[in-house]
């Protein structure tokens, strides 16, 4: 089972971006999906997650500017970042728990995407 990042990039303060992450292997379910975040010289952060029924939690510095959607579907997890600012500049980090057979549940990880706020 992998988890794949992609979206980041450079924006301009007040500028979107619009991260995804896809799950691929042998996946039986999805429970919690979500984003975490480290700026250099920090801790990693909470920024969203949702659950498999769709209910979602924010950080507080982040609520009203980024919302997080899946598409179970497609074993993928968005994180729309609108109002960017600089200090949104961090590498962001997907993950979900995973049921990879029955009754086994793993967290994996994605590889990490870097968002630049700058103008």
């Known amino acids: 089972v992998q988890l794949q990042a992609s979206g980041g990039g450079l924006a301009q303060p007040g500028g979107s971006l619009r991260l995804s992450c896809a799950g691929s292997g042998t996946i039986f379910g999805i429970n919690a999906m979500g984003w975490y975040r480290q700026a250099p010289g920090n801790q990693r952060e909470l920024v969203a997650q949702?659950?498999?029924?769709?209910?979602?939690n924010y950080a507080d510095s982040v609520k009203g500017r980024f919302t997080i959607s899946r598409d179970n579907a497609k074993n993928t997890v968005y994180l729309q970042m609108n109002s960017l600012r600089p200090e949104d500049t961090a590498v962001y980090y997907c993950?979900?728990?995973?049921?990879?057979?029955?009754?086994?549940?793993?967290?994996?990880w994605g590889q990490g995407t870097l968002v630049t706020v700058s103008s």
């Open positions: 993950y979900a728990r995973i049921q990879v057979r029955v009754g086994v549940w793993t967290n994996y």
């Open positions: 949702i659950s498999s029924g769709g209910s979602t």
